[in-house]
C-alpha cells in the first residue's frame, strides 16, 4: 500500500493541471463566443494585422 | 448591396453634413496601454467569410492593434492607437463592406448573466475535478473494507478525500448556499434549502466521521450531488442567457443619432435621447424618425406599420404629426420636434412593456412548485427519522442524526434538479433545428398550457408585403416596372417582384411625393400612382391595395395588390382549433381588410384598427378572466402585448423590438413552427411531470432504506447517481420522438 504515498499526490496533481487548463479557457475567453469559433475554423487562413500591402482589395 | 445603397443614399442627402462627425468619437474608451477602444454592433453578418472579410480589412489599416468580432453577440471590438476620431473612419469602413452599424451600449443586466455564467462553469469545473478525485479513493473503499485493507489506509483515505471535498464544496457550493440564505431571509423556502442542508450535514457529518474513524464518510455523495445539480444549473443558466431583456434596454436599441438643423443650415449630429423640444431635424428618407414631431417642410409618405400595423404608407405633408419610430419612405423631410424621447408614443409602449413585463414575473416555475410541496416532507421525514431512532429505537443522538443526514443525503432533490433543465436543453435543441429559438427557459412549459391564441395580422398571419394579383398586358406591366424601378415604395418594390424582363427606357424620371411617379415614354407622359392623380374621375375606386398606371391618351389600368397569407396559415390555424385553443385576430388595419383575412381563415374573432394599447387591453382582460394567452406578432405595436401575454412568439422578420419583447422567435415563411412548437410544449410537459413522477418513485424506494439505518456510502452513491441517469434518458425521448 505504500506505492499510494506517490500516486495520490500523481493523481492529483494531473486533476489539478486540468482544472488549471480549464480555468485558463474560461479566463481566456473561450467560452465567450462558441457560434464564430464553430464558424472560423472555416476560414482560410489566419488574419494578419497591419499588413496593407498584400492583396488590396 | 440594398445596404450600401441606403448609405449613400443618406450621404448624398445629407451632403452639407460634416462626414466626419458621425459622432462615434464620443463611444471611444480607453484600453490599457493607452490605446483606444471602440465597441460597436455590426448587423448583417452571418457566415465565416462576414468575420473574415470585416476582420480582415479593418486589420490593414493604420495603427490598428486588434479587432475581433464576437460572432454570437455580433459585437465589434477594435483596439488602436492614435486620435478618438478615427473611429468615424474605421466605422465608415465597415459601412462601406455593406453591413449596418450600431452603437453599442454596454448593457449592465447582460454583462452579468454572462460573469454568472462563467461564475457557474467555473464552480462545474472545480466540482468535476474533486468528483473524480475522489471516486478514484472511493472505488478502492468500496471493493475492498477495513479488514482486507487496513484501519490506518481507510483513514488516510478518508483524510485525502476530506481534503479536496471540504473547500470544494465551500467553492462550488456557493450558488446554492447564497440563494438558500437569501430565500430564509425572506421568509421563504426554495429548492436550495434541502440541498445546501444535505451539502453541509453531509460534509460536517463525514468529517466528524473520518475525525472519529468511523465508516459513514459521504464525501463522494456529497460532491457527485453538487456536480449533477450544477450540471442543472448551468444548462438552466444557458438556456435563460438569451432570455428577455428589460424594456428600457429595448429603448436604447433604438438609440441613435438625428440630424439636427441649427442655425439656418448648419447640421449637427446628436444622440436621440438629446433632442429637445423645438428642435428642428431633418429626416432622410428611408431613416425612421427619431422623436415625435410635425412636419416643417417637404412631402413624403410615412411607413408607420411598426407602430400601427397599416399595411400601406401614409401621405405626409407640412403640418402633418409624424410618430418616433415610423419609417420616412420617399423623401427627405425637416420635422420640428413635439415630444423628446421620453415622451413619444414610443417611450409609451416602452413603459407599457415595463408594467407587462412585472404582471409576467409572478408565473410560478414548475420545478419551484415542486419544490415547494418537496421541501417540507423531506424535512419533516429527516426529524422524524431522528427522533424515531433515539426516542423510541433507543439508540444513541449521534447515531440517529447519522441516520437522518443519511436521509437527508438520499433524498436530496438531485433528479429533481435535472428534471427541468435537461428536459428544457433536448426541447430547445431540437426546436432549433426547427428553426425556432426559445428566448425564455420556462417558454414551453407556458405554452403548454395555453387556452387562447391572439394574432396579428400584418407580417404574422400574412407575408407582410404586398403582392401582384393577377395577370396584365406585356407592355403595360413593362411601362410600369420600368417606372417603378425608380422608386423605394413597398408597392413599387412588389411589381417589381412579380416580373421578370427588360426594362424600357423612361426618360424625365420623377418622383411626386405623396402622389407617385411619372416620366416620359416615347415621348408620352405616363404616370404610376394614386387614385386621385392618374385615375379618370370616373374610374371606381375600391378597397383594396392598388396602384395606377396612366399613359397618355389611354385609359388608366389597375394594379391590385394584397398581402397574402403565408402557404401554410390556414392549415396551421385549423390544426390549432383541433387542438380545442380559441384563436383571435388583433389588427391595427382597416375593418374591410382584417375581415377578409379572417374570412379566409375561417376565424370568427378579430378586432381591426385597434392601437397598442388596446391590444394589451384586450390581453389584460383576457387573462382576468382567467385565460392562458399566446401572443403572436411581428411589430412594435404588438410589443406591449408581446411582453405581457403568459407567453409569445415572434417571426424571425419581426422588429427588434417585439424579438426582445417575445418569448419564442420561429424563422422562414412558413407558419407552422407555431403548431410545432406547441407540439413539442405539450410533450415537454408530459417529459417534465414523468421526470418529476421517476424521482418521487426513485425516493419511495430509497428512503425505507435510509429510514431504516441501511444505507451504506455505496447505496447512497449508486441510489444519486442511478436516478438522475434515468432522468436523463426519459428526458432523451424527447428526442427520438417526431
Redesign the interface.
Known sequence: ?SV?VYL?PI??FL??L??GA??WS?KSGQ??????AA??????DD??????DDE?? | MEQCKRISDKLQISGEVDSNALGYEGLVDRAIDGNKQLSILVSGVH??GC??KI???L?????????R?????KRLAIIWQGEDEYANDLVKKVESLGYGVKPYTPDIAKEET?LQ??FL??CL??AG?AM??IM??SVGLWSSSSET??VA?RD?MHW?SAI?AIPTIIFSGRPFFRSAFKALIAGHTNMDVPISIALILASGMSLYETMNQGEHVYFDSAVMLMFFLLIGRYLDMRAKGVARSSASELLSTLSGFANVIEGGNKIKRIAIRDVREGMIIRVASGDSFPVDGIIKKGRSSVDTSLVTGETLPTDIQAGDEVYAGTINISAPVTIEAIRVADDSLLADIVRLMEKAGQSQARYVRMADKAAKAYTPVVHSMAVIAFLGWWLVGGIAPQDALLIAVTVLIITCPCALGLAVPIVQVIASGKLMKKSVLLKSGDALERLAVIDTILMDKTGTLTVGKPVLQGEYDQEIMQIAVSLAAHSSHPLSKALNNAYKGNYLDIEDVQEVAGKGMKGKYNGKLVKLGSHSWCANNNDPSSSDIELWLSIEGRSSIKFIFKDSLRTDTVETLSKLKKQGLDIIILSGDRKEVVENIAKECDISKFYSEVTPPEKFKIMEELSCKGHKVMMVGDGLNDAPTLAGADVSMAPGTAIDMAQNAADIIFMGEKFAPVYETYNIAKFYQKLVKENFGLAVIYNIVAIPLALAGLVTPLIAAIAMSGSSIIVIGNSFRLRLGK
Open positions: 500500500m499510494l495520490i493523481a492529483l486533476g489539478l486540468g482544472l480549464f480555468i474560461i467560452y465567450d463566443d462558441l457560434d464564430g464558424q472560423r475554423i472555416l476560414m482560410d488574419i494578419s494585422i497591419n499588413k496593407p488590396k482589395n | 457566415c465565416a468575420i473574415q476582420e480582415s480589412s486589420a490593414k489599416e493604420q495603427d490598428i492593434k486588434s479587432v468580432l464576437n460572432f454570437s453577440t454572462k455564467e462563467h462553469l467555473l469545473g472545480v475535478f473524480g478525485n478514484l479513493l485493507m487496513g489506509t488516510l485525502v479536496i
